[in-house]
């Protein structure tokens, strides 16, 4: 499956990380030693179930890694209009493409095995659209005093993932509602009142449950979506705050420090099973040589010969 990394945010003055990024990438500020957007990657890469990256909003001058294809495209300007331009590139590379993974190039937490289950659990089925959410245990567990935000539900609270699977027909229908959508995605109210005043009665109320807000959801847009409830923080921990930022920096700081404590003792244990070979100094090798030479010879007595016995001659008898 192609990945389209979503990169194309520059945080203006008015952006509580512009003195982070300085102008720059949202995507490049850096987190332990790396680019944020360069952990994303290293999940992607380790991931079984991605094949080529398209990368939108970043340029090959950026200087990330990666040991798969990357294919980059220049920043449309709007979220959905850099979607949009990566599923065309997906259908480009090959046109038989049907699904796309949508990766946001701020959560640095997001491991490879992560991406593979996302994968594996979505395509169980044929929906439209696959929405992941997390329940606020899990993520307050997880990272403590992440402030997300969260949509308080029948049965559950939730906020959202930033990893997503869509077909890539849903990059050419509705193209004006999910603009608005995007728009309002961090305030669950906003999207529910665009999709209608019994959507938003729903949501303020708390009287449904996830199972029956999607299906609501989906029959109002006319589409065949899935909600996919994480068991891991990882892939719906953004960074959209200074304290979101610090949190994270310090969180991959530890992974890092723990990582490299375990490739030490495993480097360690690795040469502890190998047999030491202990060379004799020079003077124990030049004292050992001298011995044998002083070792005096002792040649062995020569063995006596038998006696024989010489055949005792009769006489005849007469």
Aim: with cysteine.
């Amino acid at each position: 499956m192609y990945a389209i990394i979503t990169a194309g945010g520059n945080p203006q003055p008015e952006d509580p990380l512009y003195s982070y990024s300085k102008g720059d990438s949202k995507a490049l500020i850096d987190i332990a030693g790396k680019p944020m957007i360069q952990w994303v990657l290293d999940a992607l890469n380790e991931a079984h179930e991605v094949e080529d990256i398209i990368m939108v909003g970043l340029s090959s001058k950026s200087g990330l890694a990666s040991k798969k294809p990357i294919h980059y495209i220049s920043n449309q300007g709007r979220m959905l209009a850099n979607i949009v331009a990566g599923v065309d590139k997906a259908l480009g590379l090959s046109p038989q493409t049907e699904y796309v993974l949508v990766v946001s190039s701020d959560i640095p937490a997001l491991k490879g095995n992560m991406v593979d289950w996302l994968v594996t659990t979505c395509m169980e089925t044929r929906n439209d659209l696959y929405y992941g959410v997390c329940p606020r245990d899990v993520m307050e567990t997880r990272f403590p005093g992440s402030k997300r935000s969260y949509t308080r539900l029948k049965d559950l609270e939730v906020c959202g993932a930033d990893i997503n699977i869509t077909h890539v027909r849903m990059a050419t229908e509705h193209l004006d509602l999910w603009e608005q959508l995007i728009g309002n995605r961090k305030s669950s109210i906003r999207q529910a009142s665009l999709v209608g005043l019994s959507t938003f009665w729903k949501v303020i109320t708390h009287s449904a449950t996830l199972d029956e807000l999607v299906e609501h959801v989906c029959n109002r847009l006319g589409i065949d979506g899935r909600a996919i409830v994480w068991e891991h923080a990882e892939p719906c921990m953004d960074v959209d705050k200074p304290h979101q930022l610090d949190l994270l920096r310090a969180d991959m700081e530890k992974q890092r420090a723990k990582a490299k404590r375990a490739s030490k003792f495993a480097a360690k244990k690795g040469t502890a099973k190998k047999p030491i070979v202990q060379k004799a100094s020079p003077k124990k090798v030049a004292a050992k040589k001298t011995a044998v030479k002083a070792k005096p010879i002792v040649k062995s007595a020569p063995k006596a010969k038998k006696a024989t016995r010489k055949p005792v001659a009769r006489k005849k008898s007469k």
